[in-house]
């Protein structure tokens, strides 16, 4: 069935420097989009989202891109810090079926 | 903390033996969804109650499960028979009504563990 991919399961990034996330999605009657952080014994928070009539969109430190030409999600994190952390997310929801459809997951490893 | 909860945070529990799950949605959310999580995979839904209907099950929801929200707003999810295959994180999320927000709020989900 169609799904949410992502293509790195691990990604390591010194502190303080710029990280990006990225995603594939297959279903293009997708209109949502959603990037989520989980640490570890923690259900999934979130962070950013965007709407398929956005191709950018920016928040406090972090940015998500959607290029719904190719499929593709981006989350780009700023001047990354040791609390980054996590494992993160993209989802994304088929417009009025109201549930999302997440990918694997991206392990980010912050280095001192 | 007005955030979703979830009880227990974690249960473990002989093959055959029934638990229930219980979650606690978001004052005024009026849409509930619960999903299942296995290490190192995204969660993936089970189920979603708008008030106390439930208006969508996934083919991941056999007969053994069976989830409700009487009076629309707490949420049980009842597995009956349990088998190993189904140790997992089951996470429970709410929304407001979409003319708000699509966000999905999630709880900090119950860890179950069958031996």
């Known amino acids: 069935g169609e799904s949410v991919g992502l293509h790195l399961p691990t990604l390591s990034v010194q502190e303080g420097d710029n990280s990006i996330i990225n995603c594939a999605y297959s279903?293009?009657?997708?209109?949502?989009f959603i990037w989520y952080k989980q640490e570890s014994g923690k259900g999934p928070q979130f962070i950013i989202d965007i709407r398929s009539n956005m191709d950018k969109r920016q928040g406090q430190r972090v940015t998500v891109l959607l290029n719904k030409t190719v499929k593709h999600l981006s989350l780009q994190i700023a001047a990354t810090q040791p609390g980054d952390s996590a494992v993160y997310f993209c989802?994304?929801?088929?417009?009025?079926?109201?549930?999302?459809?997440f990918g694997t997951g991206t392990r980010l490893k912050v280095l001192a | 903390d007005t955030g979703v909860s979830q009880n227990p945070r974690h249960k473990i529990t002989k093959r055959g033996q029934n638990v229930t799950f219980r979650c606690d949605p978001i004052s005024e959310h009026n849409r509930l969804y619960w999903y299942r999580q296995t290490l190192g995979q995204g969660p993936e839904f089970l189920t979603y109650?708008?008030?106390?209907?439930?208006?969508?099950k996934s083919r991941l929801l056999s007969d053994r499960f069976s989830a409700e929200r009487p009076k629309g707003s707490f949420s049980t999810l009842e597995i009956q028979r349990t088998e190993q295959g189904d140790s997992a994180m089951y996470l429970c999320a709410s929304s407001p009504p979409p003319r708000f927000s699509n966000e999905q709020f999630f709880g900090p989900g119950t860890r179950l563990t069958v031996l």
């Open positions: 279903n293009s009657a997708s209109d949502y």
């Open positions: 109650f708008q008030n106390e209907a439930q208006l969508e």
């Open positions: 989802a994304e929801e088929v417009s009025g079926t109201y549930k999302y459809i």
